[in-house]
Each structure stands twice: as structure tokens, then as C-alpha cells.
């Protein structure tokens, strides 16, 4: 069983930075491809981004060119870098793998893009 901490999150302004992070128990991490998701208020939750176990990366759309996801195997970490925010990436944050485990979700971190 792994467990899932997000933090980071929270109040910036448009074209500001945040950088979440995903602690994570468990001695299987570091075979996981592991992924941040989010959902905004409305919208279903969306894959964002993922970073398999070797550290090969792959981004949406929406992400390309602005976030970089990360990870330490060492210290069962995974982040997003976030830069250049907009109020559309205003969501919840979770990580979890990919794909998806649903006994897996966090509680998720709060980013709120806004001037």
C-alpha cells in the first residue's frame, strides 16, 4: 500500500510560481510511474503530468512549456514545478500514479491562481 502527501499550494498571482511536492510511503515507489493530476470546481480531474520511474516525462497541453514534474526515488518525492500560472490552473492538486490507483488519492493541495 503507498500512501500520498501533497503540499505546496496556494494563493498566486497570475504569472507567479508554485512548486508542489508528493511525499510518499511505501518501498515500491520507485518502480511507479507517478503522475500529478487536478481538478478544477466542475471539471473533471485531468492528468497533468507524469514522470516514469526512470525519469522520462510527459506533459499535457495546457502544461507543456510551463510545469516540470520531478522526482528523488531516494526520498519518495515527486514535484511539480509550476511556472507562468494562470487562473484556468486554479484546481485541486494530487499526485498519484499512472495509472490511477483509486485507494491511492490524497487529500490533495489547493492552488488558486487570482489577482
Same mark, same amino acid.
Given at each position: 500500500?503507498?500512501?500520498?502527501?501533497?503540499?505546496? %499550494?496556494?494563493?498566486? =498571482?497570475?504569472? *507567479?510560481?508554485? $512548486?508542489?511536492?508528493? @511525499? &510518499?510511503?511505501? !518501498?515500491?515507489? /520507485?518502480?511507479?510511474?507517478? %503522475?500529478?493530476?487536478? =481538478?478544477?470546481? *466542475?471539471?473533471? $480531474?485531468?492528468?497533468? @503530468? &507524469?514522470?516514469? !520511474?526512470?525519469? /522520462?516525462?510527459?506533459?499535457?497541453?495546457?502544461?507543456?512549456?510551463?510545469?516540470?514534474?520531478? $522526482?528523488?526515488?531516494?526520498?519518495?518525492?515527486?514535484?511539480?514545478?509550476?511556472?507562468?500560472?494562470?487562473?484556468?490552473?486554479?484546481?485541486?492538486?494530487?499526485?498519484?500514479?499512472?495509472?490511477?490507483?483509486?485507494?491511492?488519492?490524497?487529500?490533495?493541495?489547493?492552488?488558486?491562481?487570482?489577482?
Amino acid at each position: 500500500q503507498v500512501q500520498l502527501v501533497e503540499s505546496g %499550494g496556494g494563493l498566486v =498571482q497570475p504569472g *507567479g510560481s508554485l $512548486r508542489l511536492s508528493c @511525499a &510518499a510511503s511505501g !518501498s515500491i515507489f /520507485s518502480i511507479l510511474a507517478m %503522475g500529478w493530476y487536478r =481538478q478544477a470546481p *466542475g471539471k473533471q $480531474r485531468e492528468l497533468v @503530468a &507524469a514522470i516514469m !520511474s526512470a525519469g /522520462s516525462t510527459t506533459y499535457a497541453d495546457s502544461a507543456k512549456g510551463r510545469f516540470t514534474i520531478s $522526482r528523488d526515488n531516494a526520498k519518495n518525492t515527486v514535484w511539480l514545478q509550476m511556472n507562468s500560472l494562470k487562473p484556468e490552473d486554479t484546481a485541486v492538486y494530487y499526485c498519484n500514479t499512472v495509472p490511477l490507483r483509486r485507494s491511492y488519492w490524497g487529500q490533495g493541495t489547493q492552488v488558486t491562481v487570482s489577482s
